[in-house]
């Protein structure tokens, strides 16, 4: 009897799969527009910039590997934030808030679909922000990679959870913005590293005095910190959207 109810709930599962890919799209096209496929490459911008910078002459010394955490999470955090503002706030500016909370088995479907859509967008930006860096800028380790992610994912749950609190893409993007702002004040821009930034880095050579078991145990702290606040921030921002008369009311 076990057997083939298993089978049967197999088969359901794999049934829904091509409903949770069209979920996706569905929140990728609400969150970018129709060229949502295209969204993914506007931080390339950036490395280009930085790029001509040496080819013009206009910076003396090269990239180094500790650099490229820093140029790859700089546009990726802030696609991440526009990416954000519009998981909640997006509806609300539209007007089609009400729309949300008659989908069958709660509105946190629709913003958990939103905010996993926009983790695959960052994922697909990271990735072609990452070739263009190791061809044209510097190599780097793979560690680079989630640190330059955890500091996306961190600011897209901030980006999503202000724009609800205020209820306004605009306002949530200025005081997300003003948030990433305070954090680079505190660490000087990358110039010092904070366990309890986003943005930590234990490859710069500022670490390199320290005992590297020490450095390690600071990184795990720091990544597993940060996917519990990543948690925390997500679980607020959509408890903030259930509130239905609140983000209707004017």
Not at 35 to 47: G, M, N, T
Not at 77 to 98: S, Y
Not at 121 to 144: K, W
Not at 146 to 152: D, L, P, S, W
Request: charged share 15%; proline share 5%; hydrophobic share 55%.
């Amino acid at each position: 009897m076990s057997g083939p109810r298993e089978r049967r709930t197999w088969r359901s599962r794999l049934r829904d799969v091509p409903d949770s890919l069209r979920l996706l799209r569905l929140s990728a096209r609400s969150l970018s527009g129709r060229l949502f496929w295209a969204v993914p490459a506007l931080p390339l911008l950036w490395p280009a910039y930085l790029a001509s910078q040496l080819l013009a002459g206009w910076r003396q010394e090269a990239y180094l590997p500790y650099n490229a955490q820093g140029i790859i999470s700089v546009p990726l955090t802030a696609l991440a934030i526009l990416l954000g503002v519009r998981i909640i706030a997006g509806e609300i500016d539209r007007r089609t808030l009400e729309i949300a909370y008659t989908v069958p088995g709660g509105t946190h479907r629709v913003w958990l679909a939103k905010f996993v859509a926009a983790c695959l967008l960052l994922l697909l930006s990271e990735a072609l922000l990452a070739t263009v860096t190791y061809v044209f800028l510097t190599g780097f380790p793979a560690g680079a990679l989630y640190g330059a992610f955890q500091a996306g994912v961190f600011y897209l749950a901030v980006g999503m959870a202000l724009a609800a609190l205020f209820k306004s893409e605009a306002t949530g993007a200025l005081a997300s913005a003003a948030a990433l702002i305070v954090n680079g004040v505190l660490t000087g821009f990358g110039g010092v590293q904070l366990r309890v930034s986003p943005f930590w880095n234990p490859a710069v050579p500022a670490l390199e005095g320290f005992d590297a078991a020490d450095v390690l145990g600071w990184t795990i702290q720091n990544r597993i910190g940060f996917v519990l606040a990543i948690a925390a921030v997500l679980a607020l921002a959509v408890q903030r959207a259930e509130q239905r008369e609140k983000l209707l009311g004017g």
